[in-house]
């Protein structure tokens, strides 16, 4: 919202692991009049209760939403693209099969070329180079130092 001027009819792409940080994005989005993207490889999507909700809410407040593997499909005509951890706390175990799954789901430059012209990235941190190149992340399209900032107040 600080660097729209405003969240209705924003679109957010989400492209990784269906986490808790997805699951918050989700039930949401559509409340503020956001339409979400979501690219997460099979066997890593969202929790389906949470899906189920995350539809509802969109019929409600007239919201689109996609579920796709594809993380190009998911960043065609994003406002905003967004990330976080492919290994959670407690996952460190299944790092290997987590990277291989993963693969092409890091966003990149390319990945952003199918986005629209004003999107920025977004990470809650910390963030691993696999899951987002150090073009993105350090990139001015980057928010997500200002972002950290926004959260040290609501901590």
């Known amino acids: 919202q600080e660097h729209y001027g405003g969240l209705n ?3 957010v792409t989400w492209i990784g692991d269906g986490n808790n940080i997805l699951h918050s994005i989700m039930m949401s989005a559509a409340k503020l009049g ?3 993207r979501i690219a997460t490889p099979k066997g890593f999507e969202p929790d389906l209760r949470i ?8 019929k409600e407040y007239g919201t689109k939403l996609l579920l796709t593997t ?6 065609d005509g994003a406002n905003v693209l967004v990330t976080d951890t492919w290994i959670s ?3 460190e175990e299944e790092k290997k099969e987590r990277l291989k799954a993963f693969q092409g789901y890091q966003i990149t430059m390319q990945t952003a070329k199918s986005a629209a012209s004003n999107w ?3 990470h809650c941190l910390p963030r691993k180079p696999e899951e987002v ?3 993105v992340f350090y990139s001015p399209r980057s928010l997500v130092f200002q972002e950290a900032e926004n959260r040290k107040w609501t901590i």
């Open 70 to 75: 594809d993380p190009l499909e998911a960043a």
């Open 51 to 58: 899906t189920k909700i995350t539809e509802q809410y969109s």
């Open 9 to 11: 009819g924003l679109t």
């Open 120 to 122: 920025t990235f977004l």
């Open 89 to 91: 706390m407690g996952q």
């Open 34 to 36: 956001m339409h979400l």
């Open 133 to 135: 190149d150090d073009e």
